[in-house]
């Protein structure tokens, strides 16, 4: 093999190296394309663009045709970690990305703070079901604060009830309370907070286990705490 050969089959090579990691850039619409590497700075994170997902790292893919890809490790933090990809669709609003997957949580949306041919920076945004979940909690959080508003010393004032509402049917749980608080205005709050998950769940299509709870017993005071005995 002549040198000149050897020169040619060197650059040819080269030449399709280049052309492998080249990264393609949408220029009618920049989100199209993978994103890696994310800086995480308070409420923004920002990514990088890359030509492909990376194996041991995580990363996101916008495909024009709606598709979605996450590359990552789940919730769980602790090495070795395992990567894998959730799948599923992207609508784009102006600056807001609405997306939809079948893994938790199945809808969220990030607000595009700057988008560049290079650069992707975004602010997870609250969805209006997300919106409405946050409030639910609010509710419930009031219940919880009327419930260990009382020290638990006899349990002769203890009383316990049902609260919130599965979508398959059923309540959530049960809760104890004193009858020293005013228990008008505590059961009204569970009968409003019900109402307002079964409104929700039918809303939002929530899914929820079947089961059948146990219904406590009794309400037995430990250490100032109202503990249900079932």
Same mark, same amino acid.
């Given at each position: 093999?002549?040198?000149?050969?050897?020169? !040619?089959?060197?650059?040819?090579?080269? !030449?399709?190296?280049?052309e492998?990691?080249e990264?393609? $850039?949408?220029s009618?619409n920049?989100?199209i394309? %993978? /994103?890696?590497?994310?800086?995480?700075?308070g409420? %923004?994170?920002?990514?990088k663009?890359?030509?492909?997902?990376?194996?041991?790292a995580?990363?996101?893919?916008?495909? *024009?045709?709606?598709?979605?890809?996450?590359? +990552?490790?789940? /919730?769980?933090g602790t090495p070795?970690?395992?990567?894998?990809?959730?799948?599923?669709?992207?609508e784009l609003?102006?600056t807001?990305v609405?997306?939809?997957t079948?893994?938790?949580?199945a809808?969220?949306a990030w607000?595009?703070?700057?988008?560049?041919?290079?650069? !992707?920076v975004?602010?997870r945004?609250? %969805?209006?079901?997300?919106?409405e979940?946050?409030?639910l909690?609010?509710?419930?959080?009031?219940?919880?604060?009327?419930s260990?508003?009382?020290?638990c010393?006899? +349990?002769?004032n /203890?009383?316990?009830?049902? =609260?919130?509402?599965k979508?398959c049917?059923?309540?959530?749980?049960?809760?104890?309370?004193?009858?020293?608080?005013?228990?008008?205005?505590f059961?009204? *709050?569970?009968?409003?907070? %019900?109402?307002?998950?079964? +409104?929700f769940?039918?809303k /939002?299509?929530i899914i929820?286990?079947c089961? $059948?709870?146990?219904?406590?017993v009794s309400v037995?005071?430990?250490?100032?705490?109202? +503990? !249900?005995k =079932?």
């Amino acid at each position: 093999m002549t040198l000149k050969s050897i020169i !040619l089959i060197v650059f040819l090579v080269s !030449l399709s190296s280049c052309e492998e990691n080249e990264v393609l $850039i949408d220029s009618d619409n920049l989100l199209i394309g %993978t /994103w890696f590497d994310p800086v995480y700075n308070g409420e %923004t994170t920002t990514f990088k663009r890359g030509n492909s997902l990376p194996n041991d790292a995580y990363g996101i893919s916008f495909h *024009k045709n709606g598709g979605f890809i996450e590359r +990552t490790s789940g /919730w769980c933090g602790t090495p070795p970690l395992s990567f894998f990809n959730i799948e599923g669709t992207f609508e784009l609003e102006n600056t807001l990305v609405n997306i939809s997957t079948e893994n938790y949580p199945a809808n969220y949306a990030w607000r595009i703070i700057t988008l560049t041919e290079h650069k !992707l920076v975004v602010k997870r945004e609250l %969805t209006a079901q997300e919106i409405e979940h946050r409030s639910l909690m609010d509710l419930f959080n009031e219940i919880q604060e009327l419930s260990s508003s009382v020290s638990c010393s006899d +349990t002769a004032n /203890w009383l316990f009830t049902a =609260y919130g509402a599965k979508a398959c049917g059923g309540s959530q749980g049960y809760i104890a309370y004193s009858s020293e608080i005013d228990i008008n205005n505590f059961l009204n *709050k569970i009968e409003i907070y %019900t109402e307002a998950e079964k +409104t929700f769940n039918v809303k /939002w299509g929530i899914i929820s286990d079947c089961s $059948i709870g146990s219904v406590p017993v009794s309400v037995e005071c430990e250490n100032g705490i109202p +503990t !249900l005995k =079932y």
